[in-house]
């Protein structure tokens, strides 16, 4: 199962640190926190303190320490999404979780911004071709004058952006056949 984000923010929000320990726990005040002894390890002195303000939990001899989600872990030796579900239970918290629609979405969204990353990519390599190209004489003449020398200009994929405003957009939709779209939403 794949919990949403905004179950387990939730559970972390509402589910009170306090009340879970001190129905294991007995806790007494110390300042602003609570001292117990501690669940995790053997010993008989109150190394054990709550935060309830910040739902956060240390115990000063053993040295664990956590919020509710993981003292729940902990304590009942079960993994996360366990625990989060045992508390979103307890607190009456509605679980959301991934539906396959909403993976499906997420990978096609991925698979997208690749595609895009690939023009830029194919782009790119069009410009560095087209300053190699006999077109590219004029930018060569350039680039030398400036003192870059070709190693360079591979090194920093300085490219040639030949004359006419849609080379490079024939190049793409009519050579490598990227659909129009795609090619417009990577600029
Ligand atoms: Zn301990």
């Not at 794949?2 to 300042?31: F, H, M, P, W």
């Not at 509605?94 to 690939?118: C, D, F, G, M």
């Not at 190693?151 to 920093?156: D, G, K």
Request: proline share 5%; hydrophobic share 35%; with cysteine.
């Amino acid at each position: 199962m794949n919990l949403d984000a905004r179950t387990i923010d939730e559970v972390r929000q509402r589910a009170d640190l306090y009340d879970i320990v001190s129905e294991r726990v007995v806790l007494k005040r110390s300042g602003k926190d609570f001292r117990g002894i501690c669940p995790f390890h053997e010993g008989k002195s109150p190394s054990f303190s709550v935060n309830p303000t910040r739902n956060f939990y240390k115990c000063f001899s053993c040295g664990v320490g956590g919020d509710s989600v993981s003292f729940i872990m902990r304590l009942e030796k079960i993994a996360f999404t366990e625990a989060v579900l045992a508390l979103a239970r307890r607190y009456n918290i509605p679980v959301h979780s991934h539906s396959p629609e909403e993976r499906a979405a997420y990978t096609r969204k991925l698979s997208r911004e690749q595609q895009i990353l690939e023009i830029l990519e194919q782009a790119a390599q069009f410009y560095q071709h087209a300053r190699q190209s006999p077109i590219g004489q004029v930018a060569r003449e350039y680039l030398q004058r400036r003192g870059l020398s070709d190693e360079t200009c591979q090194h920093f994929a300085i490219g040639y952006a030949p004359p006419g405003w849609n080379a490079l957009t024939t190049h793409l939709l009519e050579r490598k056949r990227y659909p129009a779209p795609l090619v417009e939403a990577a600029g």
